[in-house]
């Protein structure tokens, strides 16, 4: 079959485009660890406290096991709730060594939100009525914003806390 070489440039741009798009993504799903949420199990946002992961005392950091770690948190409008700590302060700020896995389990009471640790493949939508789950490893130590993404009103700019991967 005769093909003019105009159109095998043309098929090779498109098949070409096709690759370059395949590796990108294979790149950020694989290597990157880029996946999105869970957000399979559902919930009732007027009563997020029914749901044992969210009630006030299991909010915010907690050990499960050597290495393992679970951090509950309910976004509301503006404000990340990570709960109190020892002396009934307000979390603000989590502190997790270096190399945990970390199973990050949010749910919203109002609007959506986001749910984003800038610089680290923890990239979440929360939405009312759904709990979204996402686990990955802390393996650049550092201290991270974790902030909202998703504009949710006047406050957006107010909602963040931070993450500290310690060595
Ligand atoms: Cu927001």
């Known amino acids: 079959m005769h093909m003019h070489k105009f159109e095998k440039i043309w098929l090779l741009l498109g098949v070409g485009t096709l690759v370059i798009f395949l590796v990108v993504l294979g790149y950020g799903g694989f290597y990157m660890g880029t996946h999105p949420q869970s957000h399979a199990e559902t919930i009732d946002p007027q009563n997020v406290e029914a749901y044992e992961a969210f009630k006030k005392e299991n909010l915010g950091l907690t050990k499960v096991d050597e290495d393992r770690y679970i951090v509950n948190v309910v976004a509301s409008s503006f404000n990340y709730d990570l709960g109190v700590d020892e002396e009934g302060n307000t979390v603000r700020h989590i502190r997790i060594p270096k190399g ?8 919203t009471k ?3 939100h986001g749910f984003n640790i800038a610089g680290t493949n923890v990239n979440m939508m929360v939405q009312p009525g759904h709990i979204s789950k996402m686990e990955t490893k802390m393996n650049q130590p550092g201290v991270y914003t974790l902030l909202c993404n998703e504009y949710c009103g006047v406050g957006h700019h107010m909602m963040h806390v931070t993450v500290e991967v310690y060595e």
């Open 100 to 107: 945990a896995t970390v199973l990050y389990q949010v749910t």
């Open 110 to 112: 109002d609007v959506v």
